[in-house]
């Protein structure tokens, strides 16, 4: 409305309201630690579509401070290494990726570092060869506390396997680790050890099962 002549002009104003994601709070992020010094690198991204829950047109970015996150700034690229030892939490910010708003929700992930077990090159595992065909039962159990080198065996999963392949996905266990027949000779027996409360950190090693021929003999002539 013009004051002096009273003439008037109307326009539209649209008004819109922009919800605001509804993100899930994600699982821990865990790492296993090779050298027990409290720090890993994660892979952030492998929580972004747990985070989004299934909202279409969401972008997440991952900070180290819940002011970084509010503000959107300085976001952390994945994968990522922490700087808290053992348990930090980053703050993700979910927003919209095709809307220019500030309307965004702040969710928290924490990331835990975990131990791997610090375990000892075991020695050769050897028997004696009772009939000359190069095959004998071992007892693979007897190189536990070699292994596992004052480590609380109550703690501590050992298990044995034929490859190396299987013993670093923990799959096909050899069933009878106290009476096993060896393969070949010599042969490779491959260990995986883990800790009970965090079976997916492990230590790995090796030792080989040696089968040793018994001496010839001859019966000796009488002694008179």
């Known amino acids: ?7 008037v002009s109307t326009i539209t104003l649209d008004l819109r309201v922009n919800p605001i994601p509804s993100p899930a709070v994600p699982t821990d992020l865990e790492e296993c630690d090779v050298d027990n010094d409290g720090f890993a690198s994660f892979d952030l991204d ?20 819940m002011a970084d996150a509010e503000n959107n700034v300085n976001a952390q690229a994945s994968p990522y290494n922490n700087i808290v030892v053992y348990t930090q939490t980053l703050y993700a910010r979910v927003e919209s ?6 309307c965004a929700t702040i969710v928290p992930l924490v990331l835990i570092v975990n131990d791997t077990p610090q ?7 050897e028997e004696c060869d009772d009939n000359t065909d190069g095959f004998v039962q071992f007892d693979l159990t007897s190189k536990n506390a070699e292994i596992l080198d004052g480590l609380d065996p109550a703690q501590y999963a050992v298990s044995y396997y034929e490859t190396q392949a299987d013993a670093e996905v923990g799959v096909n266990p050899i069933l009878n680790p106290t009476a096993y027949n060896n ?3 010599s042969q490779t027996i491959h260990v995986r050890v883990s800790e009970n409360a965090t079976p997916d950190c492990y230590g ?3 030792f080989t099962l040696n089968v040793n021929p018994i001496p010839n003999t001859i019966i000796p002539t009488p002694l008179e």
Do not use: K
């Open 1 to 7: 409305t013009n004051d002096v002549t009273g003439c």
């Open 46 to 65: 492998s929580r972004t579509v747990e985070i989004i829950n299934g909202e279409l047109d969401i972008a997440v970015s991952y900070h180290e401070t």
């Open 97 to 102: 990726s095709v809307l220019t708003t500030n």
């Open 119 to 125: 375990i000892e090159d075991p020695s050769p595992l």
């Open 183 to 185: 393969t070949s000779n």
């Open 204 to 206: 790995y090693t090796t």
